[in-house]
């Protein structure tokens, strides 16, 4: 095919160049295609022609390739899926180049996070039914936050912290589940096994990533990052992510606490309502978040949470809390 090719072009660049919408629409409705030799070779042909070409050239058809990569990652024919991992590996290592290479791409490097990230949090991505495209998702998306500049992923703070606090119990694997449900057959409590999902949540590259991206925080992201976590906290399911959001509220009290002390009253009367988790794990996680926070809130806020305690202890109903 090299051969004919050399025969037929003498200029390949200037050719490829001219005709390059026509080459693309072609590829973008040939990786669907019937024939798994036709959705591979499209994956390959793809990969080449983004390869060393300005993003202004692809832009328009960026959400659109990101789409038809995560699609054909999870064909049957496992030659088709090993075509479209190289090509999202291409298109991943073009975007760690972006970002690497600081303010001179920044504009471009923001454009492509914003086509990337959908993805990547998209039930394409990391809540993809398929372990190879699972893995991929996430180990791109630890990448990308772990290379962006401040300057770069600071607008999709909220978004992603939101987004990760959710996914720790989605991406925990169900046998964590069924071994905590019979902990009894294994020589366990419930204590230990949920004491070693602590341990394992505390060292998780995801945590990291969250950690990292709060650290990219300022005054007026904040603001919407807040907004984040008391949405996530409220709406979450699941040990881990019930757990990593009272860590969030510990980083934040701490590391943070000069940009979140303003938002400190809010949290604390929302975390009232969270430590009375029926699970001890979670209750005194977030019990835990609260002692931070006193340090922070108001003295109005402060009495209200000793009369919320007093009240606890003194007329609760046998129960241990």
Same mark, same amino acid.
């Given at each position: 095919?090299?051969? =004919?090719?050399?025969?037929?072009?003498?200029?390949?660049?200037?050719?490829?160049?001219?005709?390059?919408?026509?080459?693309?629409?072609?590829?973008?409705?040939?990786?669907?295609?019937?024939?798994?030799?036709?959705?591979?070779? #499209?994956?390959?042909?793809?990969?080449?022609?983004?390869?060393?070409?300005?993003?202004?050239?692809?832009?328009?058809?960026?959400?659109?390739?990101?789409?038809?990569?995560?699609?054909?990652?999870?064909?049957?024919? %496992? %030659?088709?899926?090993?075509?479209?991992?190289?090509?999202?590996?291409?298109?991943?290592?073009?975007? =760690?180049?972006?970002?690497?290479?600081?303010?001179?791409?920044?504009? #471009?490097?923001?454009?492509?996070?914003?086509?990337?990230?959908?993805?990547?949090? #998209?039930?394409?991505?990391?809540?993809?039914?398929?372990?190879?495209?699972?893995?991929?998702?996430?180990?791109?998306?630890?990448?990308? =936050?772990?290379?962006?500049?401040?300057?770069?992923?600071?607008?999709?703070?909220?978004?992603?912290?939101?987004?990760?606090?959710?996914?720790?119990?989605?991406?925990?694997?169900?046998?964590?589940?069924?071994?905590?449900?019979?902990?009894?057959?294994?020589?366990?409590?419930?204590?230990?096994?949920?004491?070693?999902?602590?341990? %394992?949540?505390? %060292?998780?590259?995801?945590?990291?990533?969250?950690?990292?991206?709060?650290?990219?925080?300022?005054?007026?992201?904040?603001?919407?990052?807040?907004?984040?976590?008391?949405?996530?906290?409220?709406?979450?399911?699941?040990?881990?992510?019930?757990?990593?959001?009272?860590?969030?509220?510990?980083?934040?009290?701490?590391?943070?606490?000069?940009?979140?002390?303003?938002?400190?009253?809010?949290?604390?009367?929302?975390?009232?309502?969270?430590?009375?988790?029926?699970?001890?794990?979670?209750?005194?996680?977030?019990?835990?978040?609260?002692?931070?926070?006193?340090?922070?809130?108001?003295?109005?806020?402060?009495?209200?949470?000793?009369?919320?305690?007093?009240?606890?202890?003194?007329?609760?109903?046998?129960?241990?809390?």
């Amino acid at each position: 095919m090299n051969d =004919i090719w050399a025969a037929l072009v003498k200029d390949s660049t200037s050719t490829i160049d001219q005709y390059f919408d026509d080459i693309m629409g072609d590829l973008l409705s040939n990786i669907l295609g019937k024939e798994w030799r036709v959705r591979q070779a #499209s994956c390959a042909a793809m990969a080449d022609l983004v390869q060393g070409r300005p993003l202004g050239k692809y832009e328009k058809y960026l959400s659109q390739i990101w789409a038809q990569t995560f699609r054909v990652m999870d064909d049957v024919k %496992s %030659s088709v899926r090993d075509a479209a991992m190289s090509l999202a590996r291409v298109l991943t290592s073009i975007l =760690i180049r972006s970002l690497e290479a600081g303010d001179s791409s920044s504009k #471009s490097a923001e454009l492509m996070l914003k086509n990337v990230l959908p993805f990547l949090l #998209s039930p394409s991505g990391l809540e993809s039914s398929a372990t190879e495209v699972q893995a991929f998702a996430l180990q791109t998306l630890l990448e990308l =936050i772990k290379k962006a500049s401040a300057k770069t992923l600071r607008g999709f703070v909220p978004e992603l912290v939101e987004r990760l606090l959710g996914l720790l119990s989605s991406l925990e694997p169900q046998a964590v589940n069924y071994v905590h449900l019979n902990a009894d057959k294994y020589g366990m409590t419930a204590q230990q096994i949920d004491d070693m999902r602590l341990t %394992s949540i505390r %060292s998780s590259p995801m945590m990291e990533a969250i950690e990292r991206c709060l650290d990219l925080l300022d005054g007026p992201t904040m603001k919407d990052v807040c907004s984040s976590i008391q949405r996530a906290m409220k709406a979450a399911v699941g040990l881990p992510s019930k757990v990593g959001c009272s860590r969030v509220v510990v980083s934040l009290s701490t590391r943070h606490s000069f940009l979140f002390r303003v938002h400190a009253d809010d949290f604390l009367q929302l975390v009232e309502k969270l430590v009375l988790d029926r699970n001890e794990t979670v209750s005194s996680s977030y019990a835990t978040a609260c002692g931070y926070l006193v340090r922070l809130a108001s003295d109005k806020q402060i009495l209200r949470l000793l009369k919320f305690s007093r009240t606890l202890y003194f007329d609760s109903e046998g129960k241990d809390l």
